[in-house]
């Protein structure tokens, strides 16, 4: 990484995490390298901001294993391994989105594991590792409501302490939590930020029976 100051256009901080933004060039030049990306995993999603407030008040413990499924660039899973010590693997349908990560980690001084692959793919077995699933601006077409909610059943089912899914309320989600609330005991948590944009979130929480 260069050694003096990036420039600030181009650079997001927030709770202690350093983000460049797509304008970056060193993003610009990934996407020139690449043919473009199979899914949405291609910017900043402000949902990451807000999950990351809340993560902020409610943590994991250190040395946690998280789970963070349609990582993109990986930013609030980047926060918890840098300001709370959690060992962290992004998981994303698209394996591009894998250099986005590596050069927001490298960023910030972390390492995150990356496995590339679908999440309707992670078994019972696997899922009773983690301390915490999450995922940020994944529920965003009607087909994924009905395979979500079968991850987080298989998840609850494995004693994974927290499933957190951000969203900025699309209706998708809403169906997400009705099933989630009415079938698992789940609660969504509206949760507002100023910086680095006003925006306001919500949060589905499911936690371990």
Not at 9 to 22: D, E, F, M
Not at 77 to 106: M, N, W
Not at 167 to 186: H, I, N, S, T, Y
């Amino acid at each position: 990484m260069p050694t003096k100051p990036l420039p600030s256009p181009h650079l997001l901080t927030y709770k202690g995490v350093s983000a460049l933004r797509a304008s970056h060039p060193r993003v610009r030049q990934l996407k020139r390298q690449q043919q473009g990306h199979a899914a949405h995993g291609n910017k900043v999603w402000r949902s990451s901001f807000v999950l990351m407030d809340y993560l902020s008040t409610w943590g994991v413990p250190s040395g946690a294993q998280v789970l963070d499924i349609g990582c993109g660039w990986g930013l609030t899973g980047i926060y918890l391994a840098k300001c709370h010590g959690a060992i962290v693997t992004g998981l994303d349908i698209d394996a591009s989105v894998e250099p986005f990560l590596r050069l927001q980690a490298e960023l910030n001084n972390c390492n995150i594991a990356f496995q590339a692959r679908e999440f309707e793919s992670l078994k019972r077995k696997e899922l009773a590792q983690y301390h915490t699933l999450m995922g940020t601006d994944i529920c965003f077409w009607d087909e994924m409501t009905a395979p979500l909610f079968n991850l987080i059943k298989r998840a609850q089912s494995a004693g994974t302490q927290q499933i957190l899914i951000a969203d900025p309320g699309r209706q998708p989600f809403w169906d997400l939590a009705d099933l989630c609330v009415e079938k698992l005991g789940a609660d969504v948590i509206s949760r507002t930020i100023d910086k680095p944009w006003k925006s306001q979130k919500y949060i589905l929480k499911v936690s371990a029976n």
